[in-house]
């Protein structure tokens, strides 16, 4: 739903890791540690024969449910304090050193597990993001039942909806039909006295 070309690489990397749940259809792509180990494999972050387990997995949806609260927070609701108490446990087990190159500086694994070197390349992402100003505009949607994770592009980062044309249009749709209901049944009732 984003201009892919427009969406800075690290902010692709956080939506799209919040986007393997999307909600409005219960479509899960982390459905088993293989799966989980695929799709951090084809970006990079695992190597592609590593081994995970359950446990793994349920701390990668974790995190991730976790981010999908912090962005809830982007977009102008209250995220849930105990899922944020979550994700911060969940990340304060990942062990990460500051790296220094000719290029600049990033976060990595300091050892540990396959999914600690994943998650820290996500959290050096979430880093990025804060340095380039970009992870305010990592927002979800306002639509209760989608939360699909978008970036906001817009010049004074107000988007609401990750699509004008669905989520926004029935949204809208719905407040004037409520508008209209509301008249109807006030003029049904007849004048107040």
Not at 88 to 108: I, K, S, T
Not at 140 to 163: G, I, K, L, M, P
Request: glycine share 8%; net charge negative; proline share 5%.
């Amino acid at each position: 739903m984003d201009d892919d070309a427009a969406v800075p690489a690290a902010v692709r990397l956080v939506r799209d890791f919040v986007n393997t749940l999307e909600p409005q259809i219960d479509d899960e792509t982390l459905t088993s540690p293989d799966r989980l180990r695929d799709w951090f494999a084809e970006r990079g972050l695992m190597a592609a024969d590593a081994h995970l387990d359950p446990a793994d997995l349920d701390m990668a949806l974790t995190v991730r449910e976790g981010l999908r609260a912090v962005l809830l927070g982007h977009a102008g609701h209250h995220a849930d304090p105990t899922t944020l108490d979550r994700l911060n446990q969940a990340l304060a087990e990942v062990p990460v050193a500051l790296r220094f190159a000719d290029d600049g500086h990033r976060l990595v694994a300091a050892g540990g597990t396959p999914l600690d070197r994943a998650l820290a390349g996500l959290v050096d992402a979430i880093r990025v993001c804060g340095e380039d100003g970009t992870w305010p505009r990592l927002k979800v949607c306002a639509r209760d039942t989608c939360r699909w994770a978008y970036y906001d592009a817009s010049r004074n980062q107000a988007r609401r909806w990750c699509s004008m044309a669905g989520c926004g249009n029935y949204i809208k749709m719905r407040r004037a039909y409520a508008v209209r209901t509301g008249r109807t049944r006030a003029a049904d009732r007849g004048p107040t006295v």
